[in-house]
């Protein structure tokens, strides 16, 4: 079975690809019925069809797929859901075998919807500017920040919030005479406060004094604080040009004094009274940690550390839980009006990203961890999210409704990914919560072609009802969201996959072991956010042992004679990598980097997580072409380079013998023209990864014994240790107490074949 051919048509990649028939048999097979769903995947060979979906009746509003019963001559259709009878609506009245709407050809198991109506509001963009900052630091994000208005559509509205000690919300409308309503930044201001002192909100849509001609219908009374970018960018480049940095003074033993809780509530609070379920992101740029205010992460006196694992652990933090509690909320509200959070952070301590995480999770925004804005990876990167199409149109989706509908032997568990619920009740929501659960709908403020979630399922049939084998389970994914064009649009996948009895060797034969490894992934960091790591790591363990003892060929209290068949046979190795990864080792990360590293996971498709689990190992030598090498110390090797693809970071590693002989300067020499092509070779294939990948990985260049050499040893199969030597020869030796995958193995088939019942 091609996983990956059916990704490309659909965007899903299944755990399981045939269905155990009954729900023991389901949990016997350990890793759950689930699925990692693209719902924006980027398909140019199919254009969206201009016209309304076909639905069931409520309450099943099933949209009509090729796996729906017809009668041409009846001109009826039956649902596969709710199995209800539906009339064609008249515009089909010459449908007939050989005359078939789109939605109804099998290759059409993915359509797009273009619906009539459109969003009266265009995309609105809300910039949250920090300005305590360096005169360095403020110049470049200024620079960036004006570079970005040339970026957005010209119709597209745009505000300004600046904040240090106190917040200033900019007014655009006035031209001669900037103005800027001033809030306190250590007060936190409610929905109902920031309402009345800017006079926004639907209680002003009847008041006299109507709006300008120009104004952007519906804004509310916020016509002047958000303008279209055509006709404020000259008033918002002056606006940032002329931005200093905060006037209040800093002694030598303090921080800055920085409100970013209180100015994203006046951002969360203006965005949702005069935009509400309108498409439209704030970004928040911020240069360090919140230190007043609702938010605060940490006390103004710099002999007051920032927060550790260590600290959040022994809940010695005093700011930790309450400023979580604040930007949960925050992250609700912003959800529930369909706007997006991104933060790109700027700082080489932390800013506060364990705190913020949920509202960037919750609303499918963007997070950027950064040492300064002055570095290329937060300029690529910002840009990248301002990213066109070829129609012009900026690459993303707002204010998305994801539902899924099950035929009656499935139920929902739950979603993990960039979403919240929207408590959307019925028969197929399950017990068992995975995840987001308890609904059959999510929200997603925000979608790119990348965004990926996971959705997971229960088999709910009892032994007595086991299904026929061959019949099939059906799951729709429809996603209906704004197009930054304005129009809104429907994505509907529709997808069936076979029933089997649960010894059938069709179900072994069809598992996506690199999905599964995925969703296992997202399970396991999700279950970390609220759980001890030991407990999550031991979890992990007791999940594969029961894969190998349920899938394993072997013979009882035997180890020599286990097998596993070749859909689980790398399938432990990614179980390894992901127990000695950042998501789930939190040692020498802080917080805001276990937050960044867990983010990307949650959105990220397939192929990107897996590289996040387990990187890609490449080598560059004289004797042959570039080729994938094993992700092991054995790879070291003094005559070659290689380079390493962790998702984060992309770095080229030279050997001893290479990186003497580029010191003296061989490569400069005509002579040596092959170790200069040799030396070059790796450098191009990082730009294509460079150029494709958001956020932009960090490019590292080092040489065999460099400190930096330590991102890849770090992330090596440790086969050669002062402790042991592997079996080839040769590779360096890492000075690690970590197991090596060889024994990894030994102790599970052990433990397979001992505990087998």
Known sequence: MDFEAIEDQDGVRCSWNVLPNTRIEATRSVVPVSALYTPLKERPEQPPIRYEPVMCKVPCRAVLNPYCQIDVRGKLWICPFCLQRNQFPPHYKDISAHNLPPELLPRFTTIEYELPRRSPIPPVFMFVVDTCLEEDELKALKDSLILSLSLLPPHALVGLITFGTMVQLHELGHQECPKAYVFRGAKDYNVKQIQEMLGIGSSVRNQAGAPAANAPQQAFGAE??????????????????????????????????????????????????????????????????????????????????????????????????????????????????????????????????????????????????????????????????????????????????????????????GMIGPGVSAAKKSAMVSDTEIGVGGTTAWRLPAVTARTTVGVFFEVANQQSQALQ????????????????????????????????????????????????????????????????????????????????????????????????????????????????????????SSPDETAFYRHCLFREDTTNSLTMIQPS??????????????????????????????????????????????????HEQPEYENLKLLLEAPVVDTQSLLVERMPVPRYIVCDQNGSQARFLVSKLNPSTSYSSTNQYGGGEAVLTDDVNVSTFLSALSGLAVKNAS
Request: glycine share 8%; proline share 4%; hydrophobic share 45%.
């Open 224 to 413: 002047r604080f958000v303008q279209p970018v055509e006709q404020c960018e000259f008033t918002l480049t002056g606006i940032l040009e002329q931005l200093q940095r905060d006037p209040w003074p800093v002694a030598a033993d303090r921080r800055a004094l920085r409100s970013t809780g209180a100015a994203m509530a006046v951002a969360v609070g203006m965005m949702e009274s005069a935009f509400p379920n309108a498409g439209g992101r704030i970004m928040l740029f911020c240069g360090g940690p919140a230190t007043q205010g609702p938010g605060m992460v940490v006390g103004a006196e710099l002999k007051e550390p920032m927060r550790s694992h260590h600290d959040i652990d022994k809940e010695a933090d005093r700011h930790y839980r309450k400023a979580i509690k604040f930007y949960e909320a925050l992250a609700r509200r912003a959800a529930a009006a369909g706007h997006a959070v991104d933060v790109f952070s700027g700082c080489l301590d932390q800013v506060g990203l364990a705190e913020m995480k949920s509202m960037v999770n919750w609303t499918g925004g963007n997070m950027v961890l950064t040492d300064s804005f002055v570095t290329a990876i937060f300029k690529q990167s910002f840009q990248r999210v301002l990213d066109k199409d070829e129609a012009g149109d900026l690459q993303m989706g707002f204010n998305a409704t994801l539902e899924v509908q099950t035929t009656k032997e499935l139920k929902v568990c």
């Open 469 to 588: 084998p061959g019949s099939r389970g059906l799951v729709q994914f429809s996603t209906t969201y704004q197009h930054a064009r304005g129009d809104y649009r429907m994505r509907v996948t529709t997808i069936a996959r076979s029933w089997a009895e649960g010894a059938s060797p069709d179900i072994p034969a069809s598992f996506d072991q690199e999905a599964a490894a995925v969703l296992m992934a997202r399970i396991a960091v999700f279950k970390a956010e609220a759980e001890e790591v030991g407990d999550v790591l031991r979890w992990l363990d007791r999940m594969l042992i029961r894969l190998c003892q349920k899938f394993g060929d072997y013979r009882r209290d035997d180890p020599a004679s286990f097998r596993l068949g070749p859909s689980f046979s790398i399938y432990p190795q990614f179980m390894y990598h992901l127990r000695r990864s950042q998501f789930l080792q939190v040692f020498n």
């Open 617 to 666: 190992l490449m080598s560059y030598g004289f004797e042959g072409a570039p080729a994938p090498v094993l992700l092991d110390s054995v790879s070291m090797k003094p005559d070659v380079i290689l380079m390493l693809d962790t998702f984060f970071h992309i770095l080229i590693w030279h050997g001893e013998t290479i990186a003497e002989w580029r010191k003296a300067g061989y």
